[in-house]
């Protein structure tokens, strides 16, 4: 058996994790915080873990403690769009998802 598309969401959530949500095929994409468990099974609706702040010092290296993501979408014409968030597949706001790329701190 598969699990849920929304697995690792869910478990957080239930561990006490603050959740957000977003329509995917809003053209105003924005974070909420999860009101119902019951929304984990809308469509076309995203999902993560609250991020958290994450202290920089000046002059210290800061190391990703994982890998991110930029995530690449073909819009009109030549024009391509980027996003640190992974969209659903064919947002009419992105466009078609192509690929994504790997960001590094070097």
């Known amino acids: 058996?598969?699990?849920?598309?929304?697995?690792?969401?869910?478990?957080?959530?239930a561990d006490g994790a603050e959740i957000e949500y977003a329509v995917a095929?809003?053209?105003?994409?924005e974070w909420h915080p999860l009101d119902s468990v019951n929304r984990f099974?809308?469509?076309n609706t995203n999902f993560r873990i609250k991020?958290?702040?994450v202290e920089v010092v000046a002059g210290q290296p800061f190391n990703f403690k994982e890998k991110k993501y930029l995530?690449?979408?073909k819009g009109q014409g030549y024009q391509y769009n980027f996003s640190s968030e992974k969209y659903a597949?064919?947002?009419?706001?992105?466009?078609a998802y192509i690929g994504k790329i790997e960001v590094q701190d070097d």
Do not use: D
């Open 1 to 13: 058996m598969s699990k849920h598309k929304w697995h690792k969401e869910i478990h957080a959530w």
């Open 25 to 29: 095929n809003s053209l105003n994409y």
């Open 41 to 43: 099974e809308h469509r």
């Open 51 to 53: 991020p958290q702040p």
């Open 71 to 73: 995530y690449v979408y």
């Open 89 to 95: 597949t064919g947002s009419a706001y992105m466009g």
